[in-house]
């Protein structure tokens, strides 16, 4: 997170990433920094594009005033650039852009509609993508004392929109789970510690080495027991992306393209072990 931990990516003959992925655009509703994420995309070069959920913001779009414009169309045209330009986009719909998970399964040149899906990095991990609102029903309440909390927060995550109209009295924007959370100061760490161990967890159930997702709105990059949390973050707040360079690093980026935090590929860090030789998971402990 230090000014000294500056990438150079954006030197016109930096090499191109081997995937990318973002998500909680929320490109529609009045909060997303559309002109900043259509620079970023626009000096992106990458072979796969990951769109991981709540990229269009169909709930805000029916529930209030459309917020688009030129920056909003610099999005799409980028999106349109980079898919010409030989780039393969997966979008992953969220829980805001829930219409078009009537889409999933198909499949157009490079670009398929997908609920969830695995990626497989160029060191080998095989990494869940999803958008995170099905952690929801795990995650939510379990730290809130204050029953109206309990009540709002329920009503926020399943977009009740006699909750909207109270959180817009209230003064509060409406889908930010993170700007509500940020309120009740103590939950929002528990609720976001419960959200990284059900995506943990759930990574692990699967048999995979991680999980990418977005959803709460707070990057992250993390392994934990030989398992890896990556969250994208959004681009409402924190303007971030995960991306993996060709070996198969993986990076938290903002929209300068800095690197946040990094990963290394485990092929030096995990040489394969003779075959006589008992090999014991800590993890699995
Ligand atoms: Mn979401």
Redesign the pocket.
Known sequence: MTAANVDLHLVPDSPRLRSAFIS?VHLGSAHCHAQELADFLARLKVDRLYLV??IVDLWWMSAKRAAWGHAQNHVVEALHRLRAAGTELVYVP???DRPIRRFCGLVLPRMSVRRRLIHTTADGRRLLVV???DYDSVTQFGGFHDQLGDWLYERILTGNRLANGLRRRLGLRYWSLADFLKRQSGAAERYIGRFIDTGLADARRRGLDGIVC??IHRPALIERDGIIYANDGDWVESLTALVEDRDGTLRLVNHRNETLQRLEPRSVAMPVPAQNVPVTMPEAA
């Open positions: 909680d959920g709540d969220g829980n805001h958008h995170g609102d977005g959803h």
